[in-house]
């Protein structure tokens, strides 16, 4: 939730700017939403390969 906080706050101090630095911000989100889904995705099949 910070780091979306963080985001939009970037995105609005560049305001108009330049498209860039948003398109940098928004692929930055998604990479940390990507990663963040990986390693809970991770973390399950390790909890069931252990309970095996």
């Given at each position: 939730?910070?780091?979306?906080?963080?985001?939009?706050?970037?995105?609005?101090?560049?305001?108009?700017?330049?498209?860039?630095?948003?398109?940098?911000?928004?692929?930055?989100q998604?990479?940390?939403?990507?990663?963040?889904?990986?390693?809970?995705?991770?973390?399950?099949?390790?909890?069931?390969?252990?309970?095996?």
């Amino acid at each position: 939730m910070q780091g979306m906080i963080t985001t939009v706050t970037a995105v609005r101090e560049v305001g108009e700017e330049g498209g860039d630095v948003a398109m940098r911000a928004v692929l930055l989100q998604l990479s940390d939403t990507t990663v963040f889904t990986f390693n809970l995705a991770f973390l399950a099949v390790t909890k069931a390969a252990a309970a095996l």
